[in-house]
């Protein structure tokens, strides 16, 4: 993980300092998922006047809350536009990303949020759109407020709390012979917060 992320920064910084308008960027730290232990850093580059891209990584190391599983981990990539100039006001991204998970899955009963009582092992990727805003403060630091929703496709195995594997997990069609092997694709919000960024260098004018 600690390579990928180093990959993706470089692979920016290379794409940004092709273009005309020299990178401004900015590292990142969602307070939001933060107070709930999970932890999603973020590096956003300028690519023109009113466009950016991010890379972010979102990972949640609990093993269980409540009795159920929660540990789940996200790469993904995005791109902002924004209607005044880069970090700064509003703006509409799109991203994409991959996804591994050992947890119970979310549905929503009466307007809450409840998990199911099994959990699912597997992997996913992601594609989504999100609207956010950005504010400037001081001479380095800017807040970030957004929210996205995606079409995930998610491929797993499902267990029961015990730990017993489900060979007939629900599908439209049942095999010929027993396989534990699920799939499943549904919209989800896939990001929301608030963070902090600090810009970690200033174009040269």
Known sequence: MKKTIVIS?????????????????????????????????????????????????????????????????????????????????????????MMAFDMSKPYLDGGRIRFENRYCKGYGMMIGLCVGYEYRFCERWLVDAFFGWSWMDSHYNGYSMEGEIDMYPHRPVQPEHPDPFNGSSEWYPNKIGVSIGYRIFKPKK
């Open 9 to 97: 920064v470089l692979l920016w910084a290379a794409v940004c300092s092709s273009y005309g308008v020299a990178a401004q960027g900015y590292v990142k730290l969602n307070g939001l998922y933060a107070l709930a232990g999970v932890v999603n850093p973020a590096v956003e580059f300028a690519i023109s006047p009113k466009s950016t891209m991010q890379t972010e990584i979102v990972f949640s190391p609990w093993k269980s809350i409540d009795d159920k599983h929660m540990m789940f981990g996200i790469l993904m990539g995005e791109y902002r536009y924004y209607f005044k100039e880069h970090n700064h006001g509003w703006y509409l991204g799109g991203n994409l990303g």
